[in-house]
C-alpha cells in the first residue's frame, strides 16, 4: 500500500485537512479499489476517550454508496496507512483540479493616486 500511495502523491494534490464537503480519495487492498468519496459529516465519537470520528462519506460509485468509517485525525487526513478487517486502507482529501487553495491572508492591492 506505502507503493501505490508513494505513486498517487506524485500525480495527486492532497490537502493537509478533511472537512466536511471535501472529496477523498479511498485506496485499498482486498479488494483492490481505488476510489472517491464526498465527506458529509464528521462527529466525535464520544464513546471513546481518546479522540476518534466518525466520518460519513458517500462512495461515488455506481450506485452511489453510503458509509461511516470510525477513524483517527492521521487516518482520515493521509498521514497515516490503517487497516479495517485485517486489510490496509488510504484515505485522503484532494485539491479539486484546476483550483488552488486561497491564500490565508489577502493582500490587498496597492492604492494608485490618479492625477
Request: glycine residues 4%; charged residues 30%.
Amino acid at each position: 500500500m506505502k507503493k501505490t500511495v508513494d505513486e498517487l502523491r506524485k500525480i495527486i494534490e492532497f490537502k493537509k485537512t478533511t472537512e466536511v464537503g471535501d472529496i477523498v480519495l479511498i485506496a485499498a487492498k482486498n479488494p483492490d479499489m481505488l476510489v472517491y468519496a464526498v465527506v458529509r459529516a464528521i462527529d466525535r465519537d464520544e464513546s471513546r476517550r481518546d479522540e476518534w470520528w466518525h466520518v460519513r462519506m458517500t462512495m461515488l460509485s455506481m450506485p452511489p454508496q453510503p458509509l461511516v468509517w470510525t477513524l483517527r485525525e492521521p487516518q482520515m487526513t493521509g498521514q497515516e496507512i490503517f487497516t479495517m478487517g485485517g486489510n490496509e486502507r488510504f484515505m485522503q482529501a484532494i485539491e479539486p483540479p484546476g483550483e488552488t487553495p486561497e491564500p490565508a491572508v489577502k493582500t490587498p492591492k496597492p492604492i494608485r493616486r490618479i492625477k
